[in-house]
């Protein structure tokens, strides 16, 4: 492999991992706050039921 | 639906880290000359040097929360310090990643046990142990309480780290830039620094934007625990 290779090597690896990292926590976050409106609108039922 | 004001900040840092990472590429792929002895594995640096520094930067946030969360016990504080851990951990690897990429074509080899290198695995595995002990403890006190501890003694792996290449003898190179006998710009060429400061400028944006978002999921999953908890009681 030539220079570049390895460059483009490095850089493609970093870029991917973040990228991957990112959109995980965009999901882990969508996920937590779709519980957490769920909890609150049963505990809201609850509540005036 | 209206954007709140955290939500709209985070929005406009994770634009600028575009912004800059973009720039970062341009200076570091186009703009910088290939190194007179390395060629173009030099540009390799360019993402090398920003990533351990944001590594050690989230360490130290770390440290902080560690510390504020034993000293007051906020839970806030250690939202921060269990977000920094996780992104620190990602930071650490790359640069491994990263260092290992570049090793081969300079050194010969994918890895060696220098100082250095052997530190910085040591680093990636105690805070990689840190994020384990984390999830394993399902009481939540105690959990912050036994991380704020291996945080806090975690950080000191770094000023090793830092002082390995002095007080061994190590392949890793000292510092190239922050020397104390030259300035920045008398070590390298000025298209290089400059390509080296856009990339960290790009990592530092990037790295507070990962943290807000990382925190924000913290404090949702911090919300829905303590309100499973309130329905049990």
Redesign the interface.
Known sequence: MDGWGYVLLAYGIVWTALAIYWLNLRKRRSRAEAKLAEIESTGRAVTHG | MTVTEPKRRRGILGLLALVF?LAG?YFG?VKAP?DAY????Q??MY?HIP?ILTAYLSFFIVFVGSCLYLWKRERRDDILARSAAEIGV?FT??TI??GS??G??TWGVWWTWDARLTLTAVLLMIFAGYLMLRSLIEDEERGAVAGAILGIIGFLDIPLIHMSVYWWRTLHQPPSILRPDKAPWENIHPAMLIALAVNFIAFLL?YFY?LS??M??GE??A??QR??LE?AA
């Open positions: 990472i590429l792929l290939p390395q060629g173009d594995v540009r390799i993402l990533s990602l690897a790359l990643v990263e990429i570049w081969r074509p990037l990962l978002l990382r924000r999921v949702s999953e919300k829905v309100a499973i329905g």
